[in-house]
């Protein structure tokens, strides 16, 4: 199937919002962007509205928009743990995370954790966790922005799919490193409203090819889907045998437990002046992401309702073209000015997201590489803040070329799938240390290191001998089979150990936490007396 016709109006849309973005950064690089506290947090001058907006455009990724309605397109009712999971997950976020992280911290996790531990050992853990944690977000984005522009210039060549990868690289590269956080929340709000607004308009659309009827939709998504009534029940994707029930659960828990842990959100707490401000913040990017991931529901029933889950599977295996394919429909197929106009702005509006999104991840990775592991080797009375955010600038672009890397080797995998991965790991080594630094008096040093290796390792290990790396056809290497572990995402065993390793390492240490430092730690997060 070709879509040359689509070429130029998408790629004006593309050039328009880069030429925005750009301008935004060019703007942003012209304020004082020496000091960490501009370019880590933008001078903590967000208001609530303007935070919660850019937590939901950093939030809503490629795997929300491309990855979650694919997903639901082939799969159905299974499809939807995905959005159900993300949505569930800031609730967590609320409740135990937001104003205590904001009233602990200062840039980044690590913060947190040498409020009340041995600062070198923790920010060395901490920092190392946050950046693979990253890196498999970001690989996530490269593979969505590779089959989005493959899709709009007519093919899925990799000559196509790897300068797309390349692009999106130098581009994210470029908003880090001249505009820091000023300019990524900036691109992250103008990027919100975009996705919002388009996810809004496609979905009015679908309902009122069914009258406005929901069930209108689910039963002809049913019927075109090849699967029937089956198609609208548990099964299709984790199946019915009780390994595919804990791969279910596995990957359900590190959806809703590992947004907590994901180091680019947590840095957008620092970004305003208080943690009422914060908790204010993720209120209204509830309501925002709760209306987005609705509409993604629509659009992937509405995609197998009118498109039809086989022809979704042949245009792209994983199911990440749906939504392209469903806008050129509802705008009046192909060949009409209807089709060609709203395709190219779902296109534009899904390039927008991954640009948007990839700029955070970089932010928060290179903050990791630059304030904890590189902080970390000098002490802090000869540490020159310029030069903390120099090395911030330099980690942005290795950051980005190892992203590009992989995102060239994971191309053919599904993108939400990817971030799950992604999230099982945030799960599994970084929230355990935050809530027990927050929340138990005891905690020690070795505690939250067996915490944040004890997690990170076993995730890691049991996603290289899991099928996603071998052993299937859709695997990364699809010629080896060593995955030893049955299930596709490793959080029903890594989160536990994550915590387990982490009471285990505060239990087997005889030394004794500073019941002075614990508690001004308890205070500060708490009721904000001292917070930066």
Known sequence: MSWHDDRLPALVLFSLFVAVTLAI????????????????????????????????????????FLGIAGMIA??????????????VAWLVVLLLVAELVRNCGRYTLADVLASRLRERPVRVASGTASVVVSVLYLVAQMVGAGTLVALLLGGSGPAVRTWTVVAVGALMVVYVVCGGMRATTWIQIVKAVLLMGGALTLAVLVLLRFGGDPTALLVGAAERSGHGDAFLAPGLLFGESWLARADFFSLGLALVLGTAGLPHILARFYTVPTARAARRSVIWAIGLIGSFYLTTIVLGFGAAALLGSPTVRADNAAGNTAVPLLARLLGGGHGTAG?????????????????????????????????????????????????????????????????????LLAQNLNVAFLVGLAFAVAASANLPVLLYTLFWRRFTTRGALWALYGGLVPALA??????????????????????????QNPGIVSIPLGFLCGWLGTLTDGSRPDPYQQAETEVRALTGAGAV
Request: glycine fraction near 12%; charged fraction near 15%.
């Open 25 to 64: 950064t060019t703007w942003a690089g012209r304020r004082r962007q020496g000091s960490p506290e501009e370019f880590y947090a933008g001078g903590r001058l967000f208001s609530p509205v303007e935070n919660g907006l850019a937590l939901s455009g950093d939030y809503m990724s490629a795997a929300s």
């Open 74 to 87: 082939l799969y159905g009712y299974d499809g939807m743990v995905y959005a159900v999971g993300f949505l």
């Open 339 to 407: 089709g060609t106009v709203l395709f190219a702005v779902v296109a534009a509006v899904a390039f927008a997201t991954i640009l948007a999104v990839v700029a955070g991840i970089t932010l928060a990775s290179s903050a990791a590489i630059a304030h904890d592991l590189y902080g970390s080797l000098r002490h802090r009375a000869r540490r020159r803040p310029r030069g903390e955010v120099a090395v911030a600038r330099a980690a942005a672009v290795g950051i980005g070329a190892l992203a590009i890397g992989l995102g």
């Open 462 to 487: 049991l996603v290289v001998l899991s099928p996603v790396v071998s052993g299937s056809p859709d695997a990364l290497f699809p010629g080896a089979d060593f995955a030893l572990f049955p299930l």
